[in-house]
Protein backbone atom coordinates (compact mmCIF):
# COMPACT_ATOMS: atom_id res chain seq x y z
CA UNK A 1 0.00 0.00 0.00
CA UNK A 2 1.53 3.28 -1.28
CA UNK A 3 1.99 5.69 1.73
CA UNK A 4 -0.37 9.33 1.84
CA UNK A 5 1.05 11.95 0.21
CA UNK A 6 2.69 14.36 2.41
CA UNK A 7 0.65 18.05 2.49
CA UNK A 8 4.29 20.16 1.18
CA UNK A 9 4.12 17.42 -1.99
CA UNK A 10 0.28 18.41 -2.34
CA UNK A 11 1.21 22.13 -2.54
CA UNK A 12 3.69 22.03 -4.37
CA UNK A 13 1.70 20.07 -7.09
CA UNK A 14 -0.85 22.68 -6.65
CA UNK A 15 1.71 25.76 -7.36
CA UNK A 16 2.32 24.06 -10.35
CA UNK A 17 -0.83 23.60 -11.50
CA UNK A 18 -2.45 27.22 -11.18
CA UNK A 19 -0.15 29.63 -13.66
CA UNK A 20 -1.42 27.03 -16.33
CA UNK A 21 -5.10 27.24 -15.70
CA UNK A 22 -4.64 30.83 -15.03
CA UNK A 23 -3.41 31.27 -18.29
CA UNK A 24 -5.85 29.48 -19.61
CA UNK A 25 -8.99 30.69 -18.08
CA UNK A 26 -8.40 34.14 -19.34
CA UNK A 27 -8.24 32.82 -22.39
CA UNK A 28 -11.70 31.00 -21.60
CA UNK A 29 -13.41 34.62 -20.81
CA UNK A 30 -12.05 36.44 -23.84
CA UNK A 31 -14.99 37.34 -25.72
CA UNK A 32 -13.82 37.42 -29.45
CA UNK A 33 -17.01 39.62 -30.76
CA UNK A 34 -15.47 42.46 -28.16
CA UNK A 35 -13.54 45.12 -30.39
CA UNK A 36 -9.88 45.90 -28.77
CA UNK A 37 -10.16 49.14 -27.17
CA UNK A 38 -7.14 50.46 -29.12
CA UNK A 39 -8.31 49.44 -31.86
CA UNK A 40 -8.30 51.70 -35.53
CA UNK A 41 -10.38 49.23 -37.49
CA UNK A 42 -13.63 50.88 -37.34
CA UNK A 43 -16.76 48.32 -37.76
CA UNK A 44 -20.32 50.34 -38.36
CA UNK A 45 -21.97 47.43 -37.47
CA UNK A 46 -21.03 47.14 -33.97
CA UNK A 47 -22.08 50.35 -33.67
CA UNK A 48 -25.56 51.09 -31.60
CA UNK A 49 -27.24 54.49 -33.77
CA UNK A 50 -29.76 54.13 -31.57
CA UNK A 51 -27.58 55.69 -29.20
CA UNK A 52 -25.53 58.38 -29.80
CA UNK A 53 -23.44 60.36 -27.26
CA UNK A 54 -24.24 64.19 -28.08
CA UNK A 55 -25.65 67.29 -26.09
CA UNK A 56 -29.18 68.20 -27.03
CA UNK A 57 -30.65 70.84 -25.13
CA UNK A 58 -35.13 71.32 -25.17
CA UNK A 59 -35.87 74.15 -26.92
CA UNK A 60 -38.52 75.01 -24.38
CA UNK A 61 -35.68 75.26 -21.86
CA UNK A 62 -33.51 77.77 -23.80
CA UNK A 63 -36.24 80.60 -25.03
CA UNK A 64 -35.71 84.00 -23.10
CA UNK A 65 -34.73 87.61 -23.61
CA UNK A 66 -33.11 89.90 -21.33
CA UNK A 67 -34.75 93.49 -21.12
CA UNK A 68 -32.65 96.02 -20.50
CA UNK A 69 -33.63 100.30 -19.07
CA UNK A 70 -33.68 101.61 -22.20
CA UNK A 71 -35.93 98.80 -24.12
CA UNK A 72 -33.38 96.67 -26.03
CA UNK A 73 -33.66 92.96 -25.57
CA UNK A 74 -30.92 90.21 -25.52
CA UNK A 75 -32.15 87.10 -26.53
CA UNK A 76 -30.25 83.84 -25.44
CA UNK A 77 -28.96 81.22 -27.97
CA UNK A 78 -30.99 78.65 -30.27
CA UNK A 79 -30.20 75.49 -29.96
CA UNK A 80 -28.81 74.02 -33.68
CA UNK A 81 -29.58 71.08 -35.02
CA UNK A 82 -26.89 68.61 -36.06
CA UNK A 83 -25.70 68.09 -40.08
CA UNK A 84 -27.73 64.47 -41.08
CA UNK A 85 -25.67 64.27 -44.14
CA UNK A 86 -22.26 65.45 -46.04
CA UNK A 87 -22.40 68.50 -47.73
CA UNK A 88 -21.57 68.97 -51.07
CA UNK A 89 -17.91 69.83 -51.93
CA UNK A 90 -15.11 69.29 -54.85
CA UNK A 91 -13.43 66.39 -52.55
CA UNK A 92 -14.43 63.45 -50.42
CA UNK A 93 -11.88 65.07 -47.46
CA UNK A 94 -13.41 68.59 -48.16
CA UNK A 95 -17.23 67.32 -47.79
CA UNK A 96 -16.15 65.51 -44.47
CA UNK A 97 -14.38 68.61 -42.98
CA UNK A 98 -16.77 70.70 -43.76
CA UNK A 99 -19.13 68.46 -41.90
CA UNK A 100 -16.91 67.92 -38.63
CA UNK A 101 -16.42 71.88 -38.79
CA UNK A 102 -20.45 71.83 -38.90
CA UNK A 103 -20.93 69.26 -36.37
CA UNK A 104 -18.52 70.99 -33.75
CA UNK A 105 -20.18 73.95 -34.08
CA UNK A 106 -23.52 72.36 -33.37
CA UNK A 107 -22.08 69.79 -30.33
CA UNK A 108 -20.65 73.14 -28.46
CA UNK A 109 -23.02 75.21 -28.64
CA UNK A 110 -25.52 72.55 -27.63
CA UNK A 111 -23.66 71.42 -24.95
CA UNK A 112 -23.66 75.47 -23.76
CA UNK A 113 -27.59 75.95 -23.99
CA UNK A 114 -27.77 72.21 -21.92
CA UNK A 115 -25.12 73.64 -19.05
CA UNK A 116 -26.49 77.30 -18.66
CA UNK A 117 -29.83 76.95 -20.60
CA UNK A 118 -31.19 80.91 -20.80
CA UNK A 119 -28.93 82.38 -19.41
CA UNK A 120 -26.63 81.91 -22.94
CA UNK A 121 -25.83 85.25 -24.67
CA UNK A 122 -22.99 84.49 -27.38
CA UNK A 123 -21.34 82.33 -29.02
CA UNK A 124 -17.98 81.97 -31.42
CA UNK A 125 -16.04 79.17 -32.84
CA UNK A 126 -13.05 79.84 -34.83
CA UNK A 127 -11.38 77.43 -36.62
CA UNK A 128 -7.64 78.60 -37.04
CA UNK A 129 -6.23 75.12 -38.48
CA UNK A 130 -6.93 71.86 -39.68
CA UNK A 131 -6.06 68.55 -41.64
CA UNK A 132 -8.03 65.45 -42.99
CA UNK A 133 -6.46 62.26 -44.65
CA UNK A 134 -8.67 59.02 -45.93
CA UNK A 135 -8.32 56.50 -44.15
CA UNK A 136 -6.89 52.98 -45.78
CA UNK A 137 -8.27 49.37 -46.11
CA UNK A 138 -5.44 48.33 -43.79
CA UNK A 139 -6.47 51.23 -40.91
CA UNK A 140 -3.98 53.90 -41.52
CA UNK A 141 -4.30 57.32 -43.22
CA UNK A 142 -2.52 57.22 -46.65
CA UNK A 143 -0.20 60.50 -46.24
CA UNK A 144 -2.64 62.11 -48.71
CA UNK A 145 -3.14 65.27 -45.67
CA UNK A 146 -4.78 68.26 -46.45
CA UNK A 147 -4.51 71.03 -44.60
CA UNK A 148 -6.21 74.27 -44.00
CA UNK A 149 -3.98 76.70 -46.63
CA UNK A 150 -3.63 73.42 -48.95
CA UNK A 151 -5.66 72.78 -52.39
CA UNK A 152 -7.55 68.92 -51.39
CA UNK A 153 -6.69 67.84 -54.58
CA UNK A 154 -7.54 64.02 -54.31
CA UNK A 155 -10.42 62.28 -56.69
CA UNK A 156 -14.19 61.68 -54.94
CA UNK A 157 -14.41 58.27 -54.17
CA UNK A 158 -16.99 56.29 -55.74
CA UNK A 159 -19.48 53.63 -55.36
CA UNK A 160 -20.73 50.59 -57.75
CA UNK A 161 -22.48 53.38 -59.72
CA UNK A 162 -19.80 55.25 -60.45
CA UNK A 163 -21.34 58.14 -58.10
CA UNK A 164 -19.11 60.18 -55.67
CA UNK A 165 -19.73 59.22 -52.03
CA UNK A 166 -19.65 61.19 -49.55
CA UNK A 167 -16.56 59.54 -47.62
CA UNK A 168 -13.79 57.62 -48.46
CA UNK A 169 -14.68 53.80 -48.44
CA UNK A 170 -13.25 53.41 -44.72
CA UNK A 171 -13.61 56.84 -43.40
CA UNK A 172 -11.54 59.93 -43.14
CA UNK A 173 -10.36 61.83 -40.40
CA UNK A 174 -10.56 65.19 -39.97
CA UNK A 175 -8.63 67.32 -36.82
CA UNK A 176 -9.69 70.59 -35.97
CA UNK A 177 -8.06 73.32 -33.26
CA UNK A 178 -9.75 76.13 -32.78
CA UNK A 179 -10.40 78.88 -30.27
CA UNK A 180 -14.26 79.06 -28.52
CA UNK A 181 -15.50 81.99 -26.69
CA UNK A 182 -18.95 82.34 -25.12
CA UNK A 183 -20.76 84.30 -23.05
CA UNK A 184 -23.36 83.51 -20.52
CA UNK A 185 -25.33 86.06 -17.58
CA UNK A 186 -22.24 84.83 -15.39
CA UNK A 187 -19.36 86.21 -17.89
CA UNK A 188 -17.29 85.74 -20.76
CA UNK A 189 -15.09 82.69 -21.28
CA UNK A 190 -12.56 81.58 -23.92
CA UNK A 191 -10.69 78.39 -24.33
CA UNK A 192 -7.65 78.66 -26.57
CA UNK A 193 -6.24 75.48 -28.81
CA UNK A 194 -9.03 73.23 -28.98
CA UNK A 195 -8.55 70.32 -30.36
CA UNK A 196 -11.48 67.86 -31.62
CA UNK A 197 -10.54 64.58 -34.24
CA UNK A 198 -13.12 63.12 -36.18
CA UNK A 199 -13.69 59.52 -38.29
CA UNK A 200 -16.59 60.69 -40.53
CA UNK A 201 -17.61 57.43 -42.54
CA UNK A 202 -20.35 55.66 -42.14
CA UNK A 203 -20.29 56.21 -38.45
CA UNK A 204 -19.31 59.63 -37.19
CA UNK A 205 -16.85 59.78 -33.91
CA UNK A 206 -15.16 62.25 -31.66
CA UNK A 207 -13.24 62.69 -29.69
CA UNK A 208 -11.23 65.76 -27.90
CA UNK A 209 -7.77 66.72 -26.75
CA UNK A 210 -7.64 67.14 -23.02
CA UNK A 211 -4.85 70.06 -23.15
CA UNK A 212 -4.02 72.90 -25.37
CA UNK A 213 -3.41 71.88 -28.93
CA UNK A 214 -0.25 73.67 -31.31
CA UNK A 215 -1.37 71.38 -34.59
CA UNK A 216 -3.98 69.73 -35.95
CA UNK A 217 -2.56 66.37 -35.39
CA UNK A 218 -5.09 62.42 -35.36
CA UNK A 219 -4.26 62.38 -31.22
CA UNK A 220 -6.57 61.16 -29.85
CA UNK A 221 -7.87 58.50 -32.21
CA UNK A 222 -11.30 58.65 -32.54
CA UNK A 223 -11.37 55.40 -33.74
CA UNK A 224 -10.33 53.71 -30.44
CA UNK A 225 -13.14 53.91 -28.49
CA UNK A 226 -11.28 54.25 -25.15
CA UNK A 227 -11.16 57.99 -26.58
CA UNK A 228 -14.41 58.64 -28.25
CA UNK A 229 -17.73 59.00 -28.76
CA UNK A 230 -20.82 57.76 -30.99
CA UNK A 231 -21.99 61.37 -32.51
CA UNK A 232 -23.50 60.51 -35.05
CA UNK A 233 -24.45 57.42 -37.66
CA UNK A 234 -24.90 58.51 -41.67
CA UNK A 235 -25.52 54.82 -42.83
Same mark, same amino acid.
Given at each position: ??? $? !? %? !? !? %???ATVAAIVPFTAGCSEAWFDDPETPAETSTTVT $?? %? &? +??TDLSRPAPRPEATSSASTFEDGSAEQSLEPLEYPSTLPDAETTTGAATQYAIEFEQAYRQNALL? *? &?? +?QTRTFDLSVTDRQSSPVGADGETNGNVT *? #?? #?AETEEPATNETGSATGSGSNGTLVSLVYNLTTETTDGNNTKWGVRAVYYVGEVVLRAVYDGIANDPTFDPDPRERAHSELVACLR
Open positions: MRP $P !R %S !R !R %SLL $PE %S &Y +DCV *E &YG +D *E #AN #A
